[in-house]
């Protein structure tokens, strides 16, 4: 059974949320989820403010982990300057200026990404850059399937020229 923890760098009241909890301000916030003994998810963020009536965070400058949380699986790593975590389902919304690199060592530029954590899939409809041996590509979106390590570029490819 997946678990979650809140950390800051300040001492947190209890979060047992009510429909009228005002929002929580936390400097420095890492939120951690884990399976048995193998960490999944690790998002940090410089600032964030927790909504308790909506089980979410929205955040600012953000970096974030995922993984299969076994040693064989996928794994992915990402900046971006601001997101969204839903703390119950631990899938977050990824803006701004958002660049990523996997197990692999692919490396990938976006404007925004998602990530559903229960599908373990993380995507963007949005123009992407995906360098792979120094070959750059730029598509329409991507799917990455962290547990498979399978990149796959949407909306058609096309070799950028370095010059």
């Known amino acids: 059974m997946a ?3 809140l950390l800051a760098s300040l001492v947190i009241p209890t979060l047992a949320a009510s429909a009228e909890s005002p929002p ?7 939120f951690i989820s884990s399976r048995g003994d193998e960490t999944e998810v690790v998002v940090h963020a410089e600032q964030a403010r927790f909504r308790p009536e909506a089980d979410v965070a929205d955040l600012d400058v953000v970096r974030a982990r995922v993984s299969t949380g076994d040693e064989k699986g996928g794994r992915i790593e990402l900046e971006c300057d601001e997101g969204t975590l839903n703390l119950k389902s631990n899938s977050f919304w990824a803006r701004g200026n958002v660049t990523g690199r996997t197990n692999d060592g692919r490396e990938f530029s976006a404007p925004w990404v998602r990530y559903d954590h229960s599908d373990g899939l993380l995507f963007t409809d949005a123009p992407v850059l995906l360098s792979e041996s120094g070959t750059t590509l730029r598509g329409g979106g991507f799917r990455y399937y962290v547990r498979e390590e399978r990149f796959r570029l949407m909306g058609g490819a096309e070799v950028v020229q370095q010059p």
């Open 3 to 5: 678990s979650g923890a």
């Open 24 to 30: 929580l301000d936390v400097t420095g916030m890492t």
